[in-house]
């Protein structure tokens, strides 16, 4: 009798197992149903240096919808990365169904750099730069490697999130219907409902090319998979509040998604919120914030004061119009262009 090769009778079997019953693998991490694995994807040298991406996979042995968690896009928004430390510790792999990526900390550059809004290395957003270029600088080959090994994978994703370094914010969420797909927008706007935050704001703004998606959330939802983009937590702090609620967040989109059993109570009294706008810096020199996170102001009324180094005004900063203080830049530091706060106007009942 003919000997048969163990590893080539091993290549068949696998090759016939059904899709959900083989190995995810992610850059390092990988997970069979059932199981959680957790690894980097590389994210190797080009222009400038290399970098890597903390992921966990976790898979239940049902199978179901994907979703991406993501945090850490702006390295110092970091409530959102300690509480997908604790999705991942309190998951419970029995009761899921389908597969849960948590991307820990997209921007480690950013977030071990402690840098605000761009990356230390090559000074870009990374939430500016997607879907990415292979060839790119590191923010640009981060995005890549995201939307190729993350957001491609997802059914759903949501992009958590917070007030970055500078920033007091109240918690809220974006809700970006494109008016391109009716399912992602309305399907998205039914996670914006889950997350929990009571104020929403729409933003129709986001560009409608794919290859030029811009943002990370933007980049899921043009190819048809319902994304957000969460704001919970403030000035780069992982305060307990603001964890816990990061936290509630991804486990409440888990049961609306019936990727987790249990009931998913909507917001009660959701606040739609449109037009929000960012009120940007006239100069450069020292900011003096007027107002605090959640504070609601009349049209009008003074949100901050801009000084020279020497302490003589420069410009007060008003309300364009009356509105919710959805976060204020609340740290002295201020160039010209970059936003001092910004304020929400309720919108028409949706
Ligand atoms: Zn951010």
Known sequence: MRLVCPLLLLAAVTSILPAQQQVLRIGSAAARPGEMGSGFIDVPAGVDSATRIPITIARGRESGPTLALIA????????????????RRDLDLTQLRGTLILVHVANLPSFLGRTIYYSPVDHKNLNRVYPGKADGTVSERIAYAITREVIERAD????????????????YTYWSPLGLNARA??????????????????????PHDPQASVYTQNTAQLRGKPALTTETGYLGMPAEEMVQRNVEGAFRVLRFLRM??????????????????????????????????????QKGAVVGALTDFFGTELAQIRAPFAGVVMYVVATPAMSAGEPLGMIGHPAEER
């Open 72 to 87: 850490g896009t702006h390295g110092s928004e970091v409530a959102p990365i300690i509480a997908l430390q604790r999705v």
């Open 185 to 206: 927008d309305s399907i998205a706007r039914a996670m914006a409902l889950a997350w929990g935050s009571e104020q929403i704001v729409i933003d129709t703004a986001r």
């Open 156 to 171: 759903y994703l949501v992009d958590m999130h917070a007030g970055d370094g500078n920033e007091s914010l109240r918690p």
């Open 260 to 297: 987790l059993p249990g009931p998913v109570p909507p917001v009660e009294h959701p606040v739609w919120v449109d037009p929000a706008v960012v009120l940007r810096s006239p100069g450069t020199g020292i900011w003096y914030p007027r107002v605090e996170r959640g504070q609601f102001v």
